[in-house]
């Protein structure tokens, strides 16, 4: 039988790059994403109809199951955006997994979670496999982190496993524009400084988009169980990122010497200076990071080529091992 | 100043009784209940005048309109509703879901329609009562502080720690006073679910001995309710925000509870025992922080609060 794996959210940011390595490997793809998204399986998992086992018998035994679906919200964190997202983040990923036990016997879930279900206060580095205590205080963080809990205890109840894979901030062809690096990106190549809020003494952490699709699809090919960090090669100052988005613009033959500019009259926007222990992904999921500066140049030509969502993959080589 | 208008969810609940009975002491109580009924004094107390009952089901979007038009920025709103299940170990699907609908969709609306309240702040503090499942299986034997790890093992606590997760999250977009309460098994009359205390309580009423599984060594922290209640009182009174464990401050053991029963109906002897696979943890509380940033005291001996809940369980009609 060809190996399929159901994948929600399947037409955002990550699905996209998560297609393409699937397509690369020769496995079937069935793309859950809500009505007039082009997905395979049109289904608004936040709707009170979402009928998860009418899923599992329409779709039959997949290898696996891939989690995305979830909106970042930026508003509030209790209002009905908040509380729609959450059904999606929260309560679908464990209707879905447990439909398929009920209708095709033991399957792996993977569940695409974030790096915002540690707040500020964590041990650094972080270590994935300590369950994350209190989340970023906002409604996207603290959705996942219920949604972890509470597939841990399914698990338990199912006698099955899952794998978590934490997300730091993931870039790359194909991100909204108002991200950090797109508008440093867009600056450098428009010839201008990229301006970096604060001292840009902040530390972060950046996972290329086709990196976290690929410790995603090996997790799932693995059946992989515990939780894992999908993060960059290493954590960087914001004014080093913005640094790397200037040479990545010379790459492509834009401005040579441009130097970000700091604007220490505007605070930075709330950060959580963390940094990510990244080499359980190494050990299991025989896991590479690509470089900054590769990704970066990735992305940089994607936005100079007009950054339409559906030509993101074309700048995005498939990550193999 | 402290605030003398009062918003209670989850008021006709074992807590929310004892929960109006002591704000209506202090101003004006809304008392929001899933039947609009107004809620019955607690045990032994005459029901004071000042208490105006509001029906509101928490689980549908219309309770968050509903409740915005009680709110303001003089009101202390105290979030009790949710809902626990028959027993919250190895809840399935079907629990689930209304646990997400109540415990955790339940807070959101609650917490919108403060945030939608004309005033600014929407309400003067939001007190919200949190459970000791978030914490799970405690690591060490240490008393289980509020810094130390949560890792709840139940869907219950899971969806009472997301609550508080928004609490949080709310207080922080918000600028607005929030404390959550981690709270034990809460006992005293009324009590009716199925756990150690009451059910020891239910066998001496009965004449029986009550049954302990295992040696009962296991420690589990257990509060009156009518301290529950001074505690919420405590925490809309305190500047304080943030979370803070509450209980009555003692270790009990299983078995402690279960002689203490026998003892409030004055019978001899020792409890039944009968063997036990289930694995063997203590839990116990450190409530420090509760008495010293919400001033918080609690006053019920475990025995004074058993003898009263067997004072009223006598009056009960036989189930």
């Known amino acids: 039988m060809e190996q399929r794996i159901l994948v929600t959210g399947s037409q955002g940011f990550v699905g996209k790059h998560l297609r393409a390595a699937l397509s690369a490997r020769g496995i079937g793809m069935l793309g859950a994403d809500v009505p007039g998204s082009g997905a395979e399986l049109p289904v608004d998992l936040a709707s009170p109809e979402f009928d998860a086992p009418a899923l599992a018998r329409a779709t039959g035994p997949v290898h696996g199951v891939i989690h995305l679906a979830a909106r970042i919200t930026r508003g509030s964190s209790v209002d009905a955006q908040a509380r729609t997202n959450l059904v999606t983040i929260a309560d679908a990923p464990l209707r879905i997994w447990e439909a398929y036990h009920e209708a095709h016997g033991a399957t792996h879930l993977v569940y695409c979670s974030t790096f915002k279900t540690y707040g500020p206060a964590s041990v650094q580095p972080i270590d994935p ?108 100052s914001i004014l080093e990122v913005a640094e790397l988005c200037c040479r990545a613009a010379e790459r492509l033959g834009g401005p040579t010497g441009l130097k970000p500019v700091l604007d220490a009259g505007r605070p930075p ?35 100079s080529a007009g950054a339409q969502p559906e030509t993101s993959i074309a700048h995005a080589p498939v990550r193999s091992r | ?99 997400l609908a109540t415990n955790v969709l339940g807070t959101l609306r609650v917490l919108e329609a403060a945030r939608r309240s004309a005033g600014a702040p929407g309400v003067a503090c939001v007190v919200y009562a949190s459970t000791f499942e978030v914490y799970g299986i405690p690591e060490g034997s240490e008393p289980v502080l509020e810094t130390d790890r949560l890792n709840p093992v139940t869907d219950y606590g899971a969806t009472k720690l997301s609550g508080e997760d928004h609490l949080l999250a709310y207080a922080y977009e918000e600028q607005t006073r929030v404390v959550a309460l981690r709270l034990p098994a809460i006992y005293g009359p009324g009590e009716i679910t199925a756990r150690a205390l009451p059910n020891f309580l239910r066998s001496v009423s009965r004449g029986e001995r009550p049954t302990i599984s295992g040696t009962g060594a296991d420690l589990r922290d257990q509060i009156h309710v009518r301290d529950a209640a001074t505690a919420v009182a405590c925490a809309v009174a305190a500047e304080a925000s943030g979370i803070f464990n509450v209980a009555d401050g003692e270790r009990h053991s299983i078995l402690s509870l279960a002689e203490a029963a026998m003892q409030v109906a004055g019978m001899s002897g020792e409890p039944e025992r009968l063997p036990s696979d289930r694995p063997s943890y203590a839990f116990h509380m450190s409530i420090e922080q509760a008495r010293q940033k919400l001033g918080f005291a609690p006053r019920v001996a475990l025995v004074d609060g058993m003898r009263e809940q067997l004072a009223w369980l006598r009056q009960q009609p036989p189930s």
Request: proline share 8%; hydrophobic share 40%; glycine share 10%.
């Open chain 1, 129 to 236: 496999e300590k369950p994350p205590q209190r989340p970023d205080p906002h409604s996207y963080g603290s959705a996942k982190a219920l949604a972890e809990r509470l597939l841990r205890i399914a698990a338990t109840r199912l006698g099955s496993g899952f794998a978590v894979v934490r997300p730091t901030c993931i870039y790359g062809p194909g991100q909204h524009l108002h991200n950090a690096i797109p508008v440093f990106l867009r600056a450098c190549l428009d010839g201008k400084s990229p301006t970096v809020f604060g001292n840009g003494q902040a530390r972060r952490d950046d996972v290329l988009a086709s990196d976290l699709a690929y410790c995603l699809l090996e997790a799932s090919l693995r059946r992989t169980v515990g939780a894992f960090h999908a993060g960059g090669e290493r954590g960087r």
């Open chain 2, 1 to 99: 100043m402290s605030p003398r208008r009062f918003v209670v969810t989850g008021a006709t609940g074992h807590m929310g009784r004892s929960v109006v009975h002591a704000l209506a002491g202090l101003g004006d109580v809304v008392a929001a209940s899933r039947s609009g009924a107004l809620p019955e004094p607690p045990y032994g107390e005459t029901r004071r005048g000042n208490v105006r009952p509001l029906a509101l089901d928490v689980a549908s979007e219309t309770s968050v309109a509903a409740l915005k038009a009680e709110l303001g920025p003089d009101v202390a709103l105290v979030h009790l509703a949710g809902w626990h299940p028959p027993r919250t170990a190895g809840t399935g699907p079907a629990e689930r879901a209304q646990l």
């Open chain 1, 269 to 303: 926007k709330w950060w959580l200076d963390q940094s990510f222990d990244i080499s359980s992904t190494k050990r299991a999921l025989d896991y590479v990071p690509t470089p900054l500066l590769e990704g970066l140049v990735q992305e940089a030509e994607w936005i």
